[in-house]
């Protein structure tokens, strides 16, 4: 199996993590103006969009969607030190 380009894993990162923030803030939005998902559907709706991001594009870059994400894999030995510069501002 071949790596994918850097230019395509940051790319998969940034889309990642939009869509993180897009559907949690929006879920946040929604329960504070309608009352309509709670707390605990707040919740589900970041772990969901986690386990669907991991899902869609774990192969692609890993999918750490979080740059504390990144570098404690680096720190951990884990992830290549080169890849963590253009990691860091795609999430």
């Not at 395509?8 to 946040?28: D, H, S, Y």
């Not at 970041?46 to 870059?61: E, P, Q, R, T």
């Not at 740059?67 to 963590?84: D, I, Q, S």
């Amino acid at each position: 199996m071949e790596k994918a380009p850097i230019w395509r894993a940051c790319l998969a990162e940034a889309i990642g993590t939009f869509t993180l923030v897009f559907a949690g803030t929006g879920a946040i939005v929604i329960n504070d103006t309608a009352g309509a998902i709670t707390h605990v559907g707040v919740a589900l709706t970041f772990g969901l969009v986690v386990m669907a991001m991991i899902y869609a594009l774990g192969d692609v870059s890993g999918c750490h969607i979080n740059p504390a994400a990144t570098l404690a894999f680096w720190l951990a030995g884990r992830f290549p030190g080169r890849l963590v510069a253009p990691y860091l501002p795609a999430s």
